[in-house]
């Protein structure tokens, strides 16, 4: 792989974000979204990131868009506002290729720098077993699990809870 770049999203990354994030959506249970999602979603989507101050990064080789981390605030009450849920998909052909390991850690200097303190992974119990080894690799200790809590292609879902301080 040539040289991996880790940048801030742009506008002109959004199409291939939502085709990213699209994949997952019509053939995993790594997300629970049911209904793929349209640039104007992800325009909406980077608006609120960004006015909340919380980084959303893509990570690129050869000006390709290799896959992206996002944070979104994980409660809209008040006291929760230095914590975030994370996001981190790849492109199918990103995989295997340690583009997660820098994006995540790009991500998580960011975090640092933008004053936040808690990074909440909420993980699939099933499809996920990569993200959930990468986010320990990162640091992320074992918060919780919730069973059965969503359905998807007929299957019932559960989801791990990982929890990072920064």
């Known amino acids: 792989m040539s040289e991996l770049r880790v940048r801030p999203a742009a506008d002109a990354d959004l199409p291939t974000i939502r085709d990213i994030y699209n994949h997952y959506v019509r053939s995993s249970t790594v997300t629970f979204d049911e209904i793929e999602s349209s640039v104007e979603d992800w325009q909406g989507k980077a608006i609120r ?5 919380i980084p959303f990064l893509v990570a690129e080789s050869e000006g390709e868009v290799l896959g992206y ?6 409660s809209a009450k008040s006291a929760y506002r230095f914590t975030i849920e994370n996001s981190i998909y790849l492109a199918p052909s990103a995989a295997g290729r340690g583009v997660g390991w820098a994006l995540l850690a790009v991500f998580l200097d960011s975090c ?18 990569a993200s959930i ?11 919780g699990r919730l069973f059965e809590v969503g359905e998807k292609f007929g299957d019932r879902l559960g989801v791990h809870f990982l929890q990072k301080a920064l």
């Open 112 to 129: 640092r720098e933008a004053g936040l303190r808690q990074v909440i992974a909420v993980i699939a119990d099933r499809g996920a077993e």
């Open 49 to 53: 990131i960004a006015a909340a101050g």
């Open 133 to 143: 080894a990468l986010h320990r690799k990162a640091g992320f200790a074992d918060a």
């Open 69 to 74: 981390a996002l944070g979104q605030p994980w």
